[in-house]
């Protein structure tokens, strides 16, 4: 930050010599500070549209899908660098003809297995989702009773957060069965993940809207990595003051 500069007090103190002179001074003195102050705030908010556009982004989790990895409340940060350099999808809300918005402009980051990535919802374009990637490109990826099955295997899958009991599991909704379907709507296999494509799920498997139900998300799309909380208010809680200390610092990268 530019460092603290004279007040326009002292600055007409130090030109002090006549009326007109004070005057004169004064006034020039008052222009070049209110200029100074003027270029510093306006340098300050560049470097941080930047930041946020191309580096670092504050994020608040406002629901439960991804329990009990992220909490609602927790405020948490996003590595937009993580998997490349993107465009943002719109500059102050508008899309300028000829840029290319919403596109990676340059790749070198791998987008790995239980990375929790932000990305823009396939469908509600308008909307950031916050969720874990299940399945890269090429992936064959099933859901049965519930549980992840990977390229034919149960998946080992230590942060999914299960609550329905087997016995309540059904086999005709997506929350507990999902596959590749046949015309009679019947699972016949897994589904296949496409080139640029991801499946994605929440952490709390049974009270997420994920690619179970709106399909695979776009890399495209991936705005970048969470890497860790750094702050966390608990709105449910009735103290004077719910603040979560416990969960300041909590790394997202594991």
């Known amino acids: 930050m530019t460092p603290p500069l004279d007040s326009p007090e ?14 004169k001074a ?17 340098i300050a908010l560049g470097l941080a549209l930047i930041v946020r556009t191309f580096f670092i982004q504050a994020y608040m989790i406002p629901s439960g899908s991804m329990e009990p990895t992220l909490l609602i409340g927790d405020h948490i940060l996003v590595s937009k660098m993580a998997y490349g350099l993107r465009m943002p999808d719109s500059i102050f809300g508008l899309e300028p003809h000829g840029l290319s918005l ?12 239980g990375d929790v990535i932000v990305f823009v919802h396939p469908v509600e374009r308008d ?7 299940i399945g890269l490109p090429g992936d064959k990826v099933e859901i049965k009773n519930g549980r992840v099955w990977l390229n034919g295997a149960p998946m080992i899958d230590p942060h999914a957060h299960l609550e329905v009991p087997d016995s309540d599991r059904l086999q005709s909704i997506p929350r507990d069965n ?4 046949d015309g009679s709507g019947a699972i016949v296999g897994p589904v296949v993940v496409p080139p640029g494509r991801l499946f994605v799920m929440g952490d709390n498997r049974d009270r997420s809207d994920d690619s179970r139900y709106w399909g695979f998300a776009n890399q495209d799309d991936v705005e970048g990595r969470a890497l860790a909380i750094y702050w966390s208010w608990d709105s449910d809680d009735a103290g004077l003051l719910p603040i979560r200390w416990s969960r300041f610092g909590k790394s997202l990268l594991n």
Do not use: P
């Open 10 to 23: 002292h600055a007409l103190e130090s030109t002090e010599q006549s009326s007109d002179a004070t005057l």
């Open 26 to 42: 004064g006034t020039g003195s008052t222009k070049s500070v209110a200029r100074e102050y003027l270029e510093a705030v306006v």
């Open 102 to 113: 919403g596109r990676y402009l340059l790749r070198y980051g791998e987008i790995h297995r």
């Open 127 to 133: 909307k950031d989702l916050i969720k874990r990637v």
């Open 178 to 181: 999902y596959g590749f379907t």
